[in-house]
Antibody, heavy 124, light 107 residues
Framework: QVQLVQSGAEVKKPGASVKVSCKTF????????MHWVRQAPGQGLEWMGW????????KYVENFQGRVTMTRDTSISTAYMELSRLTSDDTAVYFC?????????????????WGQGTLVTVSS | DIQMTQSPSSLSASVGDRVTITCRAS??????LAWLQQKPGKAPKSLIY???SLQSGVPSKFNGSGSGTDFTLTISSLQPEDFATYYC?????????FGGGTKVEIK
């Protein structure tokens, strides 16, 4: 069955970078776009962008431009999200979520399959 | 960006109650709206997409409606497992945006 398994919690100092992984199982990794969503403690959901695992093409929310990099390793069916120049405002749980449409989605959206979340804490 | 305004931000209800949550988009999004449920410490769970299409395996007590800018999620006969936070998400425009959430608590 489809599963998205994320890497473990991280504690980082301000100014550092963090790289979160999302290893996938049970489907053709290159067949579905992958989204990244984050949630600050006690707050709502914030979409960060997507990566096309087939081509490596990405789209990022303007707020994260220049700080976020989404990559993938097709040999191990894993997507990555790296966020640099961390501040305390980046303390959040980061989720990967598979787009439900196979191939290039007509309308991008998160679907049924989400990772379990990775808590990133930024603290001096 | 398309702003999604959810109301109420929280509500208290009893087991067996019917509850309604509304979501308003700052511009028309046709029916490109999803509803998600999130319980503490868990990833969101997709309930409805296309404003009214139930995700496979989701019970029919969840009902979504609306089009354009105004949308509604109704939960009939609230059960203990339904107490959670609910989010709307629009995918009619980029970036994808979420409502602020509605926390459904036990009265």
């Amino acid at each position: 069955q489809v599963q998205l398994v994320q890497s473990g919690a991280e504690v980082k100092k301000p100014g550092a970078s963090v790289k979160v992984s999302c290893k996938t199982f049970g489907y053709t990794f290159t067949g579905h776009y992958m989204h990244w969503v984050r949630q600050a403690p006690g707050q709502g959901l914030e979409w960060m962008g997507w990566i096309n695992p087939n081509t490596g093409d990405t789209k990022y929310v303007e707020n994260f431009q220049g700080r976020v990099t989404m990559t993938r390793d097709t040999s191990i069916s894993t997507a990555y999200m790296e966020l640099s120049r961390l501040t305390s405002d980046d303390t959040a749980v980061y989720f990967c979520a598979r787009d439900p449409q196979r191939g290039k989605p007509i309308r991008m959206r998160t679907g049924v399959y989400w990772g379990q979340g990775t808590l990133v804490t930024v603290s001096s | 960006d398309i702003q999604m305004t959810q109301s109420p931000s929280s509500l208290s209800a009893s087991v067996g109650d019917r509850v309604t949550i509304t979501c308003r988009a700052s511009q028309g999004i046709s029916n490109y709206l999803a509803w998600l449920q999130q319980k503490p410490g868990k990833a969101p769970k997709s309930l409805i997409y296309g404003a009214s299409s139930l995700q496979s395996g989701v019970p029919s007590k969840f009902n979504g409606s609306g089009s354009g800018t105004d949308f509604t999620l109704t939960i009939s006969s609230l059960q203990p497992e339904d107490f959670a936070t609910y989010y709307c998400q629009q995918y009619g425009g980029s970036p994808l945006t979420f409502g602020g959430g509605t926390k459904v608590e036990i009265k």
